[in-house]
């Protein structure tokens, strides 16, 4: 009686493992996107396919899709929001963004110059991060935004003759390569290392995301970032591509970029 009992018990273990693959498989061949994910993922770095899990598919397409829902809010006239640029992806001399907002002095935050300036996206997330920081008893601090081409060129070339070429290219974009010349890049507070030991350092550290604010550059990811680490260094991405890029991609904001770059053009 038991050896029969446990003979309808392998057999219903079996016919349930079966049933599920079956089920996955028809879920795959009813969804190409389930497919797609395997196909974006076998085109990114060896890092990248080691580190990122994705183990239901089904439910990381449906983070995906808000977030691709999400880019399509904002302006259509100018570069998509999640816009990848890198060492690899650029944007032309004669890029600007439309309707840059120059930042004057104010009571959400505080600024370094008078030559400060912010896509409109990027501008009204600002004041909202601001508020948030200063009920907490932070003032943020904005010690650089958009950079044309010709201004990353020439600071580039400044770096390059003060630390070598091979230092400035871990620490400075190249023209037409920075995050900056998209018009939605933050460097915040006094754009050094001890940035993450002061009080504003740590509060966007912890809280950044929440209001859409991405870290670019890591620690311990020079490697898939092209960069050091830069604790001031905050690109606004949106709230839904925050969520996403915790959840799903080890919060490294270039595996994201990078995936979702590869999932529109495949």
């Keep these: 009686m038991k050896k029969t009992l446990l003979v309808l018990l392998f057999g219903l ?6 049933n ?6 028809e879920q795959q061949e009813i969804n190409p996107d389930l497919q797609k994910i395997d196909l974006v993922m076998s085109k990114m770095s060896e890092r990248a396919q080691k580190e990122i899990i994705i183990e239901n598919k089904t439910e990381f397409l449906h983070d995906l899709n808000i977030v691709l829902e999400e880019e399509k809010k904002y302006s259509s006239e100018d570069l998509p ?18 309707g840059l907002i120059n930042l004057k002095k104010n009571e959400h935050f505080n600024i370094s110059r008078n030559d400060l300036s912010l896509r409109p996206e990027a501008y ?13 008893g932070q003032k943020l601090l904005v010690s650089s935004t ?12 400044k770096w390059v003759r003060i630390d070598g070429l091979e230092e400035a290219e871990r620490e400075s974009a190249r023209a037409g390569t ?3 010349q ?3 890049a933050i460097d915040f507070g006094n754009i050094d290392d001890s940035f993450i030991q002061t009080a504003q350092g740590q509060w966007l550290n912890n809280n950044a995301w929440k209001y859409g604010w991405s870290l670019s550059f890591p620690q311990n990811y020079e490697d898939i970032t092209g960069y050091r680490w830069e604790c001031w260094h905050y690109r606004y991405l949106g709230i839904p591509a925050c969520q996403m890029q915790k959840k799903w991609f080890k919060d490294v904001q270039q595996f994201m ?10």
């Design 81 to 98: 929001l999640y816009y990848l640029i890198d060492k690899k992806h650029n944007v032309g001399s004669e890029y600007e963004p439309k």
């Design 20 to 25: 599920a693959k079956n089920q996955k498989k």
């Design 13 to 18: 273990s079996i016919f349930t493992s079966c």
């Design 257 to 266: 970029l990078e995936f979702i770059d590869l999932w529109k053009n495949s």
């Design 178 to 180: 920075s995050q900056h």
């Design 124 to 136: 009204e997330a600002l004041i909202i991060l601001s508020d948030a920081a200063k009920n907490d």
């Design 146 to 157: 958009y950079r044309s081409y010709t201004y990353q060129k020439a600071l580039f070339e």
């Design 182 to 184: 998209l018009g939605v």
